[in-house]
């Protein structure tokens, strides 16, 4: 069985070592990336091949000049050849939407970052 090539998704992160038949994995499959690059924490891996991702971020509110704390829940979808878990910092990337509340891949992440 021949090993399967990593296709270059033409921004600069490093691929998995693992491959994978997914085709919506942004390296293995067929599925291009654009758009934004989100940084967050893996919150919950709890759906079958997605992962809630949370980015914590400063709104600045004029009339007390003061900021506040916001955060957002992005879901994504996780190519089984990324090993993530709850707790790690990922990179998330935009791409077509997969599902009806899925329009994020995870491009890297893991233990190594």
Known sequence: MAKKETRDIGI????????????FCPFHGELPVRGHIITGVVETKKMQGSAVVKKDYLHFVPKYERYEKRRRHYSAHLPPCMDIDVGDNVKIMECRPISKSISFVVIEGGKEQ
């Not at 070592?17 to 997914?22: A, G, L, Q, V």
């Open 12 to 23: 600069d992160v490093n691929p998995p070592k693992r491959t994978c038949d997914d085709r």
